[in-house]
């Protein structure tokens, strides 16, 4: 049980700040419980395709593999952790003694390199193969776990953990959790609820901690009892100007468009510069440009009547990219003006 909990229902409509989200894995259920015991057959062995196909981890796995460009040590990691868990699975069945394993991990990197995706998929193979109860995923911040007067944290934590109990809960931004600064700063209690359940509960609640990189190494050496409890650190490097290439024509592929030769040169030169440019956001800032590319797509043909073919309303050219402000006013469309 959660230490000294004393839950009541959720009243979000009181809540000040952002309520935390609670991302329900969009992949399949498997067919066959993850806790349905394996099958031995006659051999004394167990067919190890019989697992994965029951369990349906190759489906998340490549369901992964396709939905992130790049990302190639992190695809790796999350592939051995799967295997861990799938031959833990195995060996408990023929009695072999074995401890659970510490799955709470530290996904550093840049803001739109996919760490929320990657953990939302890490919280389906962690159902499917029996380790968490629901394989949900609660992301939060901050806001959501600290108070702002005394008595107010500890209900505050309490409440998302028990959310997020079955499952993943993600803190996003985590080294704000402390704040060495300020002596009346409330997170270090929530930090130590963190601490007490990461231990005691570990079997089932897998806690992600994400954030910049140097900022969360600060933070672990802050807090070495966050240090010892994480097995995993994953880093997320920027992607690359051909990665990030590649993520807009998937981007637009799932919508059912396409860029002309011409708007795919437009739209390389407008990453170049983007990439340049403060608070720039990997995949965030291509779906923000897409979006933006999109709007200009629908209004140039909306300007221009007549008929419209199946091929107009799929393809973006070069001049709803080149009439972004970044080639004018060297600003990102998401930036305001300052007359705004």
């Not at 911040?141 to 993943?168: N, S």
């Not at 739209?267 to 709007?295: G, K, W």
Request: no cysteine; proline share 6%; aromatic share 6%.
């Amino acid at each position: 049980m959660l230490p000294n909990m004393s839950i009541h229902p959720p009243t979000q409509a009181k809540e000040p700040e952002v309520p935390a989200k609670e991302l329900n894995t969009p992949a399949k259920e498997p067919a066959t419980p993850a806790n349905a015991p394996l099958d031995i057959l006659d051999d004394g062995s167990i067919d190890m395709s019989s697992v994965l196909q029951e369990s349906q981890v190759m489906d998340v796995l490549e369901k992964l593999d396709k939905e992130l460009v790049g990302l190639k040590s992190v695809k790796t990691r999350i592939r051995e952790i799967a295997a861990l868990l799938l031959v833990d699975r195995m060996r408990h069945r023929f009695e072999l003694t074995t401890l659970p394993p510490t799955l709470h991990m530290s996904f550093t990197g840049p803001p739109g390199t996919g760490k929320t995706t990657v953990a939302m998929r890490m919280a389906a193979i962690l159902h499917r193969l029996g380790y968490v109860r629901r394989g949900h995923l609660v992301a939060v911040t901050r806001d959501d776990l600290v108070g702002q007067y005394i008595g107010h944290t500890a209900p505050k934590t309490k409440e998302i953990l028990k959310r997020a109990m079955g499952g993943v809960l993600f803190i996003d931004e985590a080294y704000y959790l402390y704040r060495q600064e300020n002596e009346r700063d409330y997170g270090q209690e929530a930090i130590e609820i963190l601490l007490q359940v990461m231990e005691t509960q570990r079997e089932d609640l897998v806690v992600i901690l994400a954030g910049y990189k140097n900022r969360m190494d600060t933070f672990f050496s802050s807090n070495p009892g966050f240090s010892s409890r994480i097995a995993h650190h994953l880093d997320f490097p920027d992607y690359s100007l051909e990665e990030l290439l590649a993520i807009a024509r998937l981007m637009l592929a799932e919508q059912m468009y396409h860029f002309s030769p011409e708007a795919l040169s437009a739209f390389e030169a407008y990453l170049t510069r983007r990439m340049q440019m403060p608070r720039f956001s990997n995949a965030r800032s291509v779906r923000n440009a897409i979006d933006r590319a999109r709007l200009r797509h629908a209004n140039r043909l909306f300007d221009k009547g007549g008929k419209i073919s199946r091929i107009d309303l799929m393809t973006i050219e070069a001049e709803d990219i080149l009439a972004s402000r970044i080639f004018s006013e060297n600003l990102p469309d998401e930036e305001h003006s300052p007359e705004n």
